[in-house]
């Protein structure tokens, strides 16, 4: 009580200067609300900062609150930027609140709507300046209808299965959704536990001439995703269950990443000899503990090994491999004799890294490898960045890092794994620098 009395008072001195000198507020956020007592004076908050002509707005109320939107927020017709989340929207006079808001606001360019409940049909007409719409998590949802012409960007998450244990089916949590304008401006589609189907998806996507980044994930429905687009410059698939196949005609697309929890290789016929980046991960869940080194399907093994070889690598791409099990790295620095570890759980990152070569070797330092193997070129400069940041490691107490070990070819020293032991049985194994590192405990330990 006594720090929610705090921050009634902290909110309440912080805005009497505005009210008193009748100064426009720009921004309020009122974030990570929790108590019930609160609810009252948000709703006195939101009328002084509505009355100063508030241009952004933001309330995050945390579901024990349970925050119902007052009438005052139809006032705000100065609005540009609005973010509600944990917010009850009521009926108001057959209306919902929310839909009656987005006819009061013609203003806004930002709309964020999350984890709010009350909304079962949203239209969003008449906003001729937004540009961008995110509705994330709304329980109950089941349409949404959106004209609006200067629509940049659009982020859609349902609800997910595992969160309704009654719905068994994807069909029983609907909710339909219609782009009907901004097919020449939209450039972001971000879709999360849709039910859209293949059909659906193809047919809308068609018509989004302008797309440039397009992110899909845990899609229950889809299985064969069609992409054809020609500005398209950004591909993730993230999370699937049922995909078997995906067709990508994307002349300009840079960088795709993909996620799974099985071994699946449903864009094993993409040409990815234009990307720039790539990150392909593969995961095993909590059933598959049973799992040993080298236990791999081989059609999909076969299928990955030939995805990462159709890269043109000629333009300073490399290959970098990480097994999380071992925390054990693999960098393919040289790509002429590429050969992916016969394991289901690895991750695979492609990219250049010639422009911030010290920024990353830290990334990957910061997992705190035990292993870090690299196949160098001929004239590698990795290895000795490498050398330069493990310096700079040891210098700096709070890296605690404790010991390195450098040596070339095989070696019996020191702890291993299973992706060096691997290593050591393919003909690579003479050629490659390793690092292997040992780590001090966190003093909380």
């Known amino acids: 009580m006594k720090s929610t009395e705090k921050f009634i008072k902290f909110a309440d001195d912080s805005l009497r ?6 100064l426009r507020v720009e921004t309020l956020r009122l974030l990570s609300l ?8 948000i709703d006195r908050w939101l009328n002084l900062v509505i009355k100063l002509n508030v241009r952004s707005l933001e309330i995050y109320a945390m579901y024990n609150l349970k925050y119902s939107v007052p009438d005052a927020i139809y006032a705000a017709k100065t609005l540009t930027e609005l973010s509600l989340r944990g917010c009850n929207f009521e009926i108001d006079n057959s209306t919902n609140k929310l839909q009656r808001l987005i006819t009061t606001c013609p203003l806004i360019r930002d709309l964020k709507i999350s984890r709010c409940w009350g909304i079962q049909n949203l239209l969003v007409f008449g906003l001729v300046n937004l540009e961008k719409l995110e509705l994330r998590s709304c329980e109950g949802l089941e349409k949404v209808e959106i004209q609006a012409p200067n629509l940049r960007e659009f982020v859609y998450v349902g609800v997910p299965l595992h969160k309704c244990p009654k719905v068994r089916e994807p069909k029983l949590l609907p909710c339909t959704i219609d782009i009907l304008d901004g097919y020449k401006t939209l450039e972001y589609l971000y879709l999360e536990a849709t039910t859209m189907t293949d059909k659906q998806f193809e047919y809308r996507l068609s018509k989004f001439t302008a797309l440039e980044v397009l992110d899909l994930r845990e899609c229950y429905i889809m299985k064969n995703i069609k992409v054809m ?21 994307a002349p300009n697309l840079v960088a795709f990443d993909f996620e799974s929890g099985k071994t699946c290789m449903p864009f094993s016929t993409m040409d990815p000899s234009n990307l720039e980046r790539a990150k392909i991960n593969f995961y095993l869940r909590s059933s598959d503990d049973s799992y040993h080194f080298g236990d791999v399907d081989t059609s999909w093994y076969n299928n990955l090994q030939g ?11 490399i290959l970098v491999i990480r097994c999380r099990k071992d925390q054990s790295i693999l960098i393919y620095e040289d790509p002429r004799e590429i050969i992916v570890p016969p ?15 010290e920024k990353f070797t830290h990334d990957l330092m910061l997992g705190r490898p035990n292993i870090i193997s690299i196949v160098p070129c001929r004239e590698s ?6 050398q330069e940041t493990i310096t700079r490691y040891k210098a700096e107490q709070n890296r605690r890092l404790d010991e390195v070990i450098n040596h070339k070819g095989a070696t019996e020293n020191g702890e291993t794994s299973r992706l060096y032991s691997w290593l050591k049985s393919t003909p690579l194994i003479e050629r490659i620098t390793t690092f292997t590192f040992k780590w001090k405990e966190p003093p909380f330990s």
Not at 307 to 317: A, D, I, T
Not at 381 to 386: A, E, G, M, P, S
């Open 307 to 317: 995805f990462v070889q159709k890269f043109n690598y000629s333009n300073g791409l």
């Open 343 to 357: 394991t289901r759980e690895l991750e695979i990152c492609i990219k250049n890294p010639s422009m911030y070569p």
């Open 17 to 22: 200067p505005y009210v008193e000198q009748n």
């Open 34 to 41: 929790r108590d019930q007592e609160l609810a009252s004076h």
């Open 229 to 249: 687009s020609e500005k398209l410059k950004k591909f993730t698939l993230w999370n699937w269950r049922n995909l078997e196949q995906v067709n990508v005609l």
């Open 381 to 386: 400069k990795l290895v000795q960045v490498f």
